[in-house]
């Protein structure tokens, strides 16, 4: 199975997650910097711890998505327009403020306040998992012919 379709089968799961109410105990915006070709582009996305409650039961999670970079946001777009904090979503979330979570029925201690791919990695997951499938056709096509 390639890795594309490892987290494309991992994303599919957290669809049938259960919708709670979370409550933020602790906040902050952090950045990753990231080499491109010839600059360094600064990558945003929020630390956060938040508490909430499952079947009468209380847990704390900072798990925000499954991969960091589902959620990050880049400083400029690709006009190299510098991001505006409106387009945030964490913006204007604070300590106390309530948030939409997605917690696993099965597990409760694991939860995330995005369950869905950004659509520039669902498009990099679909082109692993069809490139492999495409290697995998060409290579059994060659081996009958050989």
């Not at 190299?80 to 997605?102: A, R, T, V």
Request: net charge positive.
């Amino acid at each position: 199975m390639s890795a594309g379709s490892i987290r494309l089968f991992k994303y599919r799961g957290l669809e049938n997650w259960v919708k709670q109410v979370g409550t933020i105990s602790r906040i902050e915006e952090k950045y990753e910097s990231v080499l491109q070709q010839y600059y360094n582009l600064k990558y945003f996305y929020p630390a956060i711890e938040y508490k909430y409650s499952f079947n009468g039961s209380e847990y704390i999670s900072s798990s925000v998505s499954p991969h960091i970079r589902n959620i990050w946001l880049c400083e400029t777009d690709n006009f190299g327009i510098p991001l505006d904090n409106q387009n945030k979503f964490w913006h204007g979330w604070n300590k106390g403020s309530e948030i939409g979570i997605y917690v696993n029925s099965q597990e409760p201690s694991e939860a995330y306040i995005i369950n869905r791919q950004s659509k520039l990695n669902r498009s990099h997951n679909y082109a692993i998992l069809f490139g492999g499938i495409i290697i995998f056709a060409i290579s059994t096509v060659l081996a009958m012919y050989t």
